[in-house]
């Protein structure tokens, strides 16, 4: 039966459900150019992390959910254009969401979508906002993120967040509008070869020029974004695709020849990695961002207490473990804690689970951990030994590796072995206890920082979530606020992409509107991309955003402050000697900005208010709050590995080494 589906409201047509062992006989396609071997389902999207409510889950981990239709009714295909079959198939996968901006060449799908009553579009004011959007719904709810614009600009306006999901692994989807098939190649208005721009920067893309392949495109690009190591997919769909008329059923079998993501580790080799651990004095559980998205932390808390093994948890990583833990070091690298720093780096043996040694972690690599032996667990193969060779390579999801670890071990300890960590847990300890974190006050009574930021974490608390930009700001979010729980701190980590802070926190509250989501930004990062204030406040997207305005570039100050002899160049954001301006003018006025875009504006310059304005923005419910936060310009982030330098030359603070004591191996 056949069905004319011109005009139809709701949420597609009713298609009938093939069989599961349809989709599972079929097989993948070409790989990404990261790895041959991809690995399992992203469990987060059926395994909810404690305290994040997920919705119903939106893409499907396996193939067999894939054949899960919404709707089961006549057992046929739909006449519909293929742009049609592009919504039904979002409605399919389970997107609720998309972030888009529309223009020529994607018109035909907007047509279409403005009758799905499943899928909310969000109209954003720049489709570097529809990105990050996607990427922070997708980091806060462990769903794909979906995020569309038109051919040409509007396709390269989507380049960075793509490079951002890509590096930061995260499942998004964009779908691009192509110009017909008959101008590819021509030049043709608004054309732009999308498919090959993001080559490199996407886990997979796909250049669709047929109607009847649309359906079938869109539900790989979901399999392949969420499965394995998650990543961005794009979608590249010309114009006369989407114009021309198919069939629609759903769901259909795939085709991706190659592609066989694998979650189970080897058994030998998780033997081989519990051996080490047991005969390890100095090990240490070094924990990066692939625990988050394998929704591994309940085991990791399990492995880590097991064991005694002290944690430390990357950038990516914050809130996989506890920040109250006892066994908590913090967070490693640059600007990591001298307690991290130092436990990564007189180790016996790193258990490395879904971390990647980013030279922000390592420091100077041929210096890195010299004493350690390296198990090294992570669900894409091609990271294993890439920067460090691992002793234990393990390849496999997180969560059933730590998993597997915890029973050998457990069976082990059965038997009595039990190794005598003491004396490092002492040696680590006394690290953490003579090298906290902390910062100064400045003496001219300004407001500092890391004051501001960590009352904001004590105020809104663990079950917030907060966004950062990329600058000192991130870090000192990063420092000196407590994560207690996964995917409560958003970030972009791998890229630090300027601007990544209010649209990632736009999306992240439509995935989570219950939650309180702060978004902690810099004065430099915020006027990248604080258009989508614009898209907050007309949808109802009630975030809060703390600048945190020292009035500079700040990272780039404190690195010409350390390494270029305070020569400040271009970095000063209100230039005092600028003869065209008279002196004391805010230029933009943070608050008068925030109310031009239907938001409440409020400042802070004092200490003394700092509590105050945050409570009030926290009591601001029915629209997005901006705090304009005026603090000292000269702040720094410490401790501080200066890059390319040895881990081993960490300052806590400007010129100040810490003494390691203990026993030096
Ligand atoms: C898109 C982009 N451009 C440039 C940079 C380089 N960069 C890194 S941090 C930084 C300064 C950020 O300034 P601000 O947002 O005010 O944060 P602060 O460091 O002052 O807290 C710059 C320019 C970047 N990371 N991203
Ligand atoms: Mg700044």
């Given at each position: 039966?056949?069905?004319?589906m011109?005009?139809?409201k ?12 349809d ?13 041959a ?8 999207l ?15 981990a396996?193939?067999?959910?894939v ?9 046929a295909?739909v ?25 020529g ?6 047509d279409?979508?403005?009758d799905?009553?499943?899928?909310r ?29 038109t ?11 793509i ?9 998004i ?6 110009v ?10 608004q054309?732009?070869?999308?498919s ?8 997979h ?5 047929k109607a ?13 974004a ?40 080897h ?8 051996r ?5 004095r ?9 625990v ?34 006892p066994?908590h070091?913090?967070m490693?690298g ?13 180790a ?7 971390t ?10 041929d ?11 992570d669900?894409d193969?091609?990271?294993i030994?890439?920067n ?18 915890i029973a ?13 960590l ?13 090298y ?7 003496a ?10 960590e ?16 600058g ?22 791998g890229l630090?992409?300027m ?7 736009m999306g ?9 989501v ?15 204030l ?10 809060k ?6 009035g ?8 010409q402050t ?16 600028e ?8 230029i ?9 875009y ?7 310059e ?49 010129g ?10």
């Open positions: 039966m056949t069905e004319q011109t005009g139809r709701g949420p597609g047509p009713a298609i009938p459900a093939p069989s599961p062992r989709l599972a006989a079929r097989s993948p396609h070409r790989e990404s150019g990261r790895t071997a991809e690995q399992p389902p992203v469990a987060g059926t395994d909810p992390a404690p305290g994040v409510a997920v919705p119903v889950p939106t893409a499907p396996d193939p067999s959910r054949a899960e239709p919404r709707v089961h009714a006549s057992p295909t006449r519909a254009t293929g742009a049609q079959a592009l919504v039904y198939a979002l409605e399919r996968v389970g997107a609720s969401v998309v972030f888009g901006i529309p223009g060449a994607i018109l035909p799908a907007y279409p979508l403005l799905s009553k499943a899928i579009h969000i109209l954003v004011r720049h489709e570097q906002g529809a990105g990050h959007a996607a990427t922070g719904y997708a980091q806060a709810t462990g769903r794909v993120g979906v995020c569309m614009a051919s040409g600009p509007g396709a390269t306006n989507l380049v960075t967040p490079a951002d999901a890509y590096m930061d692994s995260v499942p989807v964009a779908i691009t509008g192509q017909s098939s008959n101008l590819i190649g021509t030049d043709g208005f054309e732009a070869d999308i090959g721009i993001t080559l490199p920067i996407t886990k893309n796909f250049l669709v020029t009847g392949d649309i359906a079938r495109t869109i539900g790989e690009a979901f399999h392949v969420a499965t394995g190591r998650p990543g961005p997919v794009l979608v590249d769909i010309s114009k006369d695709a989407m114009q021309a008329t198919t069939e629609f059923g759903w769901p259909v079998p795939f085709d991706l020849p190659g592609y066989h993501p694998v979650t189970r580790p058994a030998r080799q998780v033997r081989e990695a519990a080490l651990i047991s005969e390890a100095r090990p240490v559980l070094y924990v990066g961002g692939g988050i998205k394998a929704r591994a932390s309940a085991q990791l808390r399990e492995l880590a207490e097991l064991t005694g093994i002290p944690v430390v948890t990357t950038l990516m990583a914050r809130g996989a473990f506890p920040d109250r833990h066994q070091l913090g490693p640059m600007h990591g804690t001298v307690a991290a720093v130092g436990a990564l780096q007189k016996d043996l790193l258990i490395a689970l879904g990647r040694f980013d030279d922000r972690v390592t420091g100077k690599l210096t890195f951990a010299p004493g350690a032996q390296i198990v090294h667990a669900i193969p091609a990271e030994s890439k460090r060779r691992a002793d234990v390579p393990i390849v496999g999801d997180c969560r059933e590796v730590i998993a597997d670890l050998v071990i457990r069976a082990d300890r059965e038997q009595g072995q039990r190794p005598d003491a004396a490092w847990q002492a040696q680590v300890d006394s690290w953490r206890t003579t906290p974190l902390g910062y100064d006050s400045p001219d009574g300004s407001l500092a920082p890391q004051y501001v930021i009352r904001i974490g004590k105020i809104a608390g663990p079950e917030a979530l907060y966004v950062a930009g990329v000192q700001h991130q870090m000192w979010a990063a420092q000196f606020i407590d994560y207690e729980r996964p995917g409560t701190w958003i970030n972009s980590g630090g992409t601007g990544f802070a209010v649209p990632a926190a992240a509250k439509v995935g989570r509107p219950d939650a309180c702060w978004t902690i930004d810099g004065d430099g990062c915020f006027q990248m991309t604080n258009q989508e614009a898209t907050c406040a007309l949808e109802g997207i009630a975030i955003v703390a600048i945190i305005n020292n500079s570039l700040g990272m780039v100050r404190q690195w350390l390494f270029y002899n305070e020569r400040y160049s271009n970095t000063d954001l209100h230039p005092t000697d003869p065209k301006r008279p002196t004391g003018t805010r933009p006025d943070f608050v008068k900005l925030a109310e031009a239907g938001c409440e504006g409020l400042r802070c004092e200490a003394a208010d700092v509590d105050r304005v945050i409570e009030r923005a926290m009591s601001i419910d029915d629209r997005p709050v901006v705090v304009d936060f005026v603090v000292h310009k000269d702040a720094m982030v410490w401790p501080m590995v200066a890059a390319g330098t040895s881990n081993n030359d960490i300052k806590f603070a400007r100040l080494a810490p003494d390691w004591g203990g026993r030096e191996e």
